[in-house]
């Protein structure tokens, strides 16, 4: 009775199905790789190269940091957005109205 199963020829949609098995989990693999691909290069540090130090004026204290392309700008407490080149030197300091 055994040899009579081993004989009897594989149907054309279970070998269909067993192709589009293989080409799923295939696509899936490939899928999962790109996705981890393009999460690590998306992910990546940028290289931001920092000031020494960002001499402050005496008595300020930093609240918020920000950058732009050749320039570093730093809002302080007491409501002053001072303005930094590449370099680290003041360059502008701009008194901003706190409301209240």
């Known amino acids: 009775m055994s040899d009579d199963m081993d004989k009897v020829p594989e149907p054309p ?3 269909f199905l067993r192709l589009l098995v293989t080409v799923l989990t295939s ?10 691909t393009l ?3 998306r992910l990546r540090v ?6 020494e130090a960002l001499a402050l004026p005496e008595g300020a ?3 918020a940091v920000t950058r732009g392309p050749g320039w570093w700008a730093v809002v302080t407490e007491d409501g002053r957005i001072l303005i930094f ?6 360059v502008r300091e701009i008194a901003v109205e706190l409301p209240g």
């Open 13 to 15: 949609n279970l070998r």
């Open 27 to 36: 696509v899936m693999i490939v899928g999962l790789v790109i996705v981890v």
């Open 39 to 41: 999460l690590v290069q």
């Open 46 to 51: 940028p290289s931001v190269t920092v000031p």
């Open 61 to 63: 204290r930093a609240q």
């Open 85 to 90: 080149d590449a370099a680290g030197t003041l």
